[in-house]
């Protein structure tokens, strides 16, 4: 059992697709404080995980092990925040568009007994995203909420030219790295 310090839905649902046992606990972590000293993806992202990580634990404690993470989106080493509005998450799926992005994500898992820190990335290459599939997906709003306005499991799915790295990690938490920890934690509780 583990606490997701997480609203996501989508990592919500990659624990429930590894079958981990979960509770789900919203904490409040500002990052938009970070943005301006953290500039590089790579910076930003491990502080705004370290950020809700010590948030977590200041409200939650450690009798359930916590799991949190962020994710970041970049193209050019510029990082693409979650779109405000529909021009704004226009503007940036158009520098994704014939390009590479990275997506970045940091796991943190922190027990009474162990404590593990992730940086993940995953590269995708897209091909070039039709004008009218683009509004299509800009009018239905399944971009709000996302880092970079990016779904790769969703509509950014059929432009993927190539990939490099976990899908989990470019959906939000990389659950191949945390899935040995979760069993170690239980085998160091097994011993105690």
């Not at 404590?115 to 239905?140: G, M, P, R, V, W």
């Not at 059929?158 to 899908?167: D, H, L, N």
Request: hydrophobic letters at 40%.
């Amino acid at each position: 059992m583990v606490r997701l310090a997480s609203s996501s839905e989508t990592r919500a649902k990659i624990l429930k697709e590894s079958k981990i046992e979960f509770i789900q606990s919203d904490i409040h972590f500002d990052e938009d404080i970070l943005i301006e000293k953290y500039k590089h993806p790579r910076s930003f992202v491990y502080h705004a995980t370290k950020g809700k990580l010590q948030a977590a634990i200041d409200k939650y404690g450690l009798d359930i092990p916590i799991v949190v993470a962020d994710t970041v989106v970049s193209v050019n080493e510029k990082i693409l925040r979650k779109a405000k509005d529909e021009k704004e998450a226009l503007e940036i799926l158009k520098l994704q568009s014939e390009n590479i992005v990275s997506i970045l994500t940091c796991t943190a898992f922190k027990s009474k007994n162990l404590e593990y820190l992730d940086l993940s990335a995953t590269y995708y290459h897209f091909s070039k995203f039709d004008e009218k599939d683009l509004q299509n997906y800009i009018e239905s709003g399944e971009w709000k909420g996302k880092a970079g306005a990016c779904m790769v499991e969703g509509f950014c799915k059929k432009y993927i030219k190539s990939v490099k790295g976990f899908e989990s990690c470019a959906r939000g938490l990389t659950i191949e790295k945390l899935l040995p920890l979760i069993e170690l934690n239980e085998d160091i509780k097994k011993n105690i």
